[in-house]
């Protein structure tokens, strides 16, 4: 949490990490326990690169499931599925709290279009427990992102 506090510090940008008296780890959790819509809760998903074993994060929105084959096209590569070790040792954080920024090394993200349309999005901030509000163009500008369509 504390990786995740001093990056957004360090961009300037507005952050206040509210810590849930349990774990959210789904959307749904996330959603109920900050009071807003799924919709508006954003998703940290790592896939790696089939050929490249590269990193790519998808921030999709809480109500969508990422098409895997959409994914593809968009990186030009067929994906995997990140186990966890692989999503620790590339982002530094553990499934279920990886945020938006921060990231141990480089990661390439994509953010769902439907996310981005909510002016309010909450995004894991390091832990299962923690989170913080966002707005769409601070979210761009932490994670250097593009906007696609991932359903």
Known sequence: MQKVEDALVALGLPHDIVEL???ARTAVEAAAAVKCNVGQIAKSLVFRGAESGR???VIASGANRVNEQTLSALV???????????????????????????????????????LVAHAEIWAAAGHPNTVFKVSSADLLTMTGGRIVRIT
């Not at 620790?88 to 994509?110: Q, S």
């Open 21 to 23: 008296a349990r774990p």
């Open 76 to 114: 030009a590569e067929p994906i995997a599925k990140a186990d966890a070790d692989f999503v620790r040792e590339r982002t530094g954080f553990a499934i279920g709290g990886v945020p938006p920024l921060a990231h141990a090394h480089p990661v390439e993200a994509l953010i769902d279009e439907d």
């Open 55 to 57: 990193p790519i994060l």
